[in-house]
């Protein structure tokens, strides 16, 4: 190898390093951030609230969960930070599972500017579509883990 390749080499290794540095700096910034809210949420929603909401019965809980992620949409790596702190209130797994997918896939939030940029018919038939299933996929990967366990 020559000197040039060597350079060349190193440029992109410390280019590659500064974006992933980059990368990890934004999400810590997210992480720190939703971890911060869920400080205040634990003050001010109490374990009574949470168990009001979901009942412990599995399809009113899929289906609580499903409509709160669709509402609440945000970004996968706050939803785990999310599901795990409601699993340990004691929601059930089915509406975790529901809330996590549907707070990925749907977006009630976003859904005009998608209806204005992709066209209302495809907007609206992607996010119904999106919800069902995750409250297919939330059945079927806890029944899944149901049998497996």
Same mark, same amino acid.
């Given at each position: ?29 997210? !992480?720190? #951030?939703?971890? +911060?809210?869920? &400080?205040?949420?634990?003050?001010? %929603? @109490?374990?009574? =609230? ?31 930070? !999310?599901? #795990?702190?409601? +699993?340990?209130? &004691?929601?059930?797994?089915?509406? %975790? @599972?529901?809330? =996590? ?49």
């Amino acid at each position: 190898m020559n000197k040039e390749e060597v350079d060349g080499r190193a440029k992109r290794f410390a280019n590659a390093f500064y974006r992933a540095f980059k990368s990890f700096l934004s999400a810590l910034q997210v !992480i720190t #951030g939703v971890v +911060l809210l869920l &400080g205040l949420f634990k003050t001010f %929603v @109490t374990p009574g =609230i949470i168990t009001s909401i979901f009942t412990g019965e599995p399809f009113r809980d899929t289906l609580v969960g499903s409509m709160l992620g669709s509402i609440l949409t945000g970004n996968p790596i706050t939803s785990y930070i !999310i599901g #795990g702190e409601l +699993l340990d209130d &004691g929601v059930s797994l089915f509406a %975790v @599972t529901a809330f =996590i997918m549907s707070w990925v896939t749907v977006g009630i939030t976003q859904l005009p500017a998608e209806a204005l940029f992709l066209g209302k018919r495809f907007a609206f038939a992607r996010n119904a579509l999106s919800f069902v299933l995750a409250i297919v996929v939330a059945v079927a990967t806890v029944l899944t883990l149901g049998a497996i366990t």
